[in-house]
């Protein structure tokens, strides 16, 4: 139950829910069990009328009847209400604390670093704002509400059961410490068969996930067979552990109702010798049938309520692994002020975590405000990195980037990020409208302003065609665009936010060279006071850069202008020699 514990602030917080929740339930119990001494009361008249034990008044004994009925009526209905109400509180705080416990999950995805999410399965991470939440969240209602109400329920109906016969008592509710102990060895089991349920539960969503993610690349490779025969596989490993637990799971119910049913043969048994020899009546023995009939459901919701308990311990102990895992990148400063764009990497080193790669190695150069600079290289030598590094997604194992003359580090994390206009080498647009994919970065955006930087970005007249238009849906990813329309498109979003430093990242790969041409020279009149780097393969992306940047595995091997690095006869000099044979072949 440790784990459960870190749920105790959200009680606090709705404390007054929680309190009246409890206040109903003492209520509705009550009034349950309240009648019972009436029907056995009711009984004995019966049985004294019928057998004639005494000479009574058949008018008094009808209106006792009458009254003893009304109760019997009465009562459960009044506690029908109460129970209303009790469900109202509890199972209403349990929705508030869902609400918050997904919402605090929420915030932490966004707090973790891009290292952690290339460390974890999406379908896992799912998982936890999903099944686990609802698991606690069953265990927050139900669970706690079935558990309190047989508390209270055994405390009232022990005062009575006592108050009737002890020695009854003691025999009807004999086998109940067996009933504790069995299911203590239950939910122990049930508990280790829960994280194995969970933990397939995972495995099969990030499969599903990744599926549906290269649901092209599969089609493109016939392999729809091959997916789904592994789907079956994992399913069938899922299956097993969920038929394993709803077996264990299984026995509750039964035992309990052998346990209720023991119970109801010792009052039987001990009534019956102990009505012979004088010591109680009829009324008694059926009060004390009523009483075990109505302990039947909530010892019987026992076991249930114990599985679910340790299903929630489960998934409460993976929400707070979750939750404990601290932010890697840290914001120190919330002041407000202007970036002018100038740049500078010292000695800087960066290893990736997950793999070991070193991607750079003591790299330093200076980028003045408003100067055009790209940066080149093969694939692997880096030059995703230091876009990543700028926008501070991840931090340097050694050395300083400034901005500005100030460490990256001392920096508004929010205001450089919002004065980066980021185009990410894998363009990603969210599932919504082309105008909200372009408008993203800014607040209160209009239809001239989405327009005018998709015509920057060579992008409108295409939109223009569509249906739609600016209204059109473009999928999950951008699934319904070509890779040139979700580029494009990418840039847009980075040009509207109208930022001090432009950073694209081999953003204008998927189109042709005379499109991207257009796109550069769109740009220039928007960005001549603009930090602008452009990580990219082409020469012709980088030719009319101030400074050409040559990164070769991790480490800076040239820098530039265009016509500089032409004389050295280097890997710069050897790219434009061969993309000019291929323009012209």
Known sequence: MSALKTLNPYFYRHKKLLISGVGFIILSNFLTIYPVKFVGKAVDIIVETLTQQKDQDVNTLLKQLVLYGGIIVLAPIISGIMKFYMRQTLIV??????FELKNNIYKQYQILSVSFFKKSKIG??????????????QYLGPGIMYSINLVVMLLIMLLYMLASDPVMTVCSLLPLPFLSYFIYKQSTIINKKTKM??????????????????????KSFTKEEYSISKYVIKSNEYRKKSLSLATTEAFFSPIMLLIIGLSNIFILYVGGQRYIDGKVNV??????FLYLNILIWPFTALGWVTSMTRRAEASMERINDFLTVKEEIKNTNSENYPIKGKIRFENVSYTYPNTGIKALENISFEINPGETVAL?????SGKSTVALLL???????????YIDDKPLQEHNLELIRKEIGYV????????DTIFNNIAYGIENPTLEQVKKYAKKAEIHSSIMEFKEQYRTEVGERGVTLSGGQKQR???SRALIKNPAIFLFDDSLSAVDTETEEKILTNIENDIDVKTTIIITHRVSAAKNSNKIIVLEQGKLTETGTHKELLSTGGFYSELYKKQISEKLS
């Open 124 to 137: 896992d991470l799912m998982n936890r704002i999903s099944e686990d939440v609802v698991n606690v969240r």
């Open 283 to 288: 009324g008694t023995i059926t009060d004390f």
């Open 197 to 218: 349920v969970q933990s397939k539960q995972s495995e099969l969503s990030s499969f599903v996930q990744d599926s549906f993610s290269g649901i092209r690349v599969l």
């Open 489 to 491: 498109i990418s840039i």
């Open 424 to 431: 990410p080498q894998e363009s990603f647009l969210f599932s």
């Open 93 to 98: 705080a349990s929705r508030k604390i869902e």
């Open 376 to 380: 080149m290289g093969k694939t692997g």
């Open 391 to 401: 926008e501070r997604l991840i931090e340097p194992d050694s050395g300083i980037i």
